[in-house]
């Protein structure tokens, strides 16, 4: 694993609700689940951190079982930023990083609830 960023996998086709957060990523994006918990895996996900260019694997939880924050975004390594990394979870075989962020509604397409938890980060 290089700057957070996974070996890439095989190139999968992208399902249509994905593609437009697919743009941003430098490889495979899909649907994931463990347990009662559904995710969106972004391989090479790139954003913006207080101005800086980022490039690393995310994983975003779109049923998180908290009425107060009812989806989550997580990295692969905690970047600081003021923010409160209050978790730090094994999730699909790998170690996940999160930060306190709420306000964002589930009820929106996953690219609308990503952008919401990347608000953070600018």
């Known amino acids: 694993m ?24 430098a490889g495979e994006v899909r649907f994931m689940e463990e347990g009662d ?3 969106i895996f972004m391989h ?6 207080r101005g800086a260019e980022k490039r690393m694997d995310a994983l975003l939880c779109l049923n998180y079982p ?12 905690n970047l600081g930023l003021g923010l409160n990394w209050n978790e730090n979870a094994y999730i699909l075989g790998r170690s996940w990083f999160s930060w306190s962020w709420k ?20």
């Open 44 to 49: 090479g996900l790139r954003f913006l951190a």
């Open 103 to 122: 306000g964002v509604s589930p009820n929106q397409p996953p690219l609308a609830i990503l952008a919401g938890h990347l608000e953070a980060l600018k």
């Open 2 to 25: 290089m700057d957070g960023v996974a070996a890439p996998a095989e190139v999968v086709a992208v399902e249509p609700q994905l593609a437009p957060i697919a743009a941003l990523c």
């Open 66 to 77: 908290n009425s107060t924050y009812p989806s989550k975004l997580y990295l692969p390594a």
């Open 37 to 39: 918990r559904r995710y």
